[in-house]
T-cell receptor, first 113, second 115 residues
Framework: ETGVTQTPRHLVMGMTNKKSLKCEQH?????MYWYKQSAKKPLELMFV???????ENNSVPSRFSPECPNSSHLFLHLHTLQPEDSALYLC????????????FGQGTRLTVV | AQSVTQLDSHVSVSEGTPVLLRCNYS??????LFWYVQHPNKGLQLLLK??????LVKGINGFEAEFKKSETSFHLTKPSAHMSDAAEYFC?????????????FGKGTHLIIQP
């Protein structure tokens, strides 16, 4: 266990659905991240939050909407997704933006049908 | 700019034999380098990290890696493979001597352990 918990572990959704992924850490970290892991491709950084402020958005389509209500929780709201959005979505946290390594959750396996 | 190249997409070794997973990097700054492991249907777990201290870094589960600036390499080794080592391994670079912000991942090396 890394101390970063993601729910749900698996999610199947239609292209017209709205769903949310949740990430929670109680490590006292100030930075949280969303990554996308697709088959045959390197991990892609999607969003970075530092002290609850979004500091990076790597040209992610607007159908992905992050929310960070406090430094322990991070959400990824999904709507009108495409089949190519099917992937493993990983949440991570670290003490700060420029401080030590990231701790990863186990991921949410998302399938868009 | 920074990048990571994992030279082998798949590596197969017999149980009890040495493991070598190769990684080359490029970075405009003095980087921090990491190796992460991902077992099937699991998240990523940190194996070891280099942050400008000792060039030979020891990690968990008997793994170690050596930072060679002249070769821009950070290869991962283990003297004797175990069946439980079968997993996907990622070499990762981070700028400015440390930090999870802007991690750049390699494409991964799938390690197969033959009985």
């Amino acid at each position: 266990e890394t101390g970063v918990t993601q729910t749900p572990r698996h999610l199947v959704m239609g292209m017209t659905n709205k769903k949310s992924l949740k990430c929670e850490q109680h490590l006292g970290h100030n930075a949280m991240y969303w990554y996308k892991q697709s088959a045959k491709k390197p991990l892609e950084l999607m969003f970075v939050y530092n002290f609850k402020e979004q500091t990076e958005n790597n040209s992610v389509p607007s159908r992905f909407s992050p929310e960070c209500p406090n430094s322990s929780h991070l959400f990824l709201h999904l709507h009108t997704l495409q089949p190519e959005d099917s992937a493993l979505y990983l949440c991570a946290s670290s003490p700060g933006r420029s401080n030590t390594e990231a701790f990863f959750g186990q991921g949410t396996r998302l399938t868009v049908v | 700019a920074q990048s990571v190249t994992q030279l082998d997409s798949h590596v197969s070794v017999s149980e009890g034999t040495p493991v070598l997973l190769r990684c080359n990097y490029s970075s405009s700054y003095s980087p921090s380098l990491f190796w992460y492991v991902q077992h099937p249907n699991k998240g990523l777990q940190l194996l070891l990290k280099y942050t400008s201290a000792a060039t030979l870094v020891k990690g968990i589960n008997g793994f170690e890696a050596e930072f060679k600036k002249s070769e821009t390499s950070f290869h991962l080794t283990k003297p004797s493979a175990h069946m439980s080592d079968a997993a996907e391994y990622f070499c990762v670079v981070s700028p400015y001597g440390g930090g999870a912000d802007g991690l750049t991942f390699g494409k991964g090396t799938h390690l197969i352990i033959q009985p």
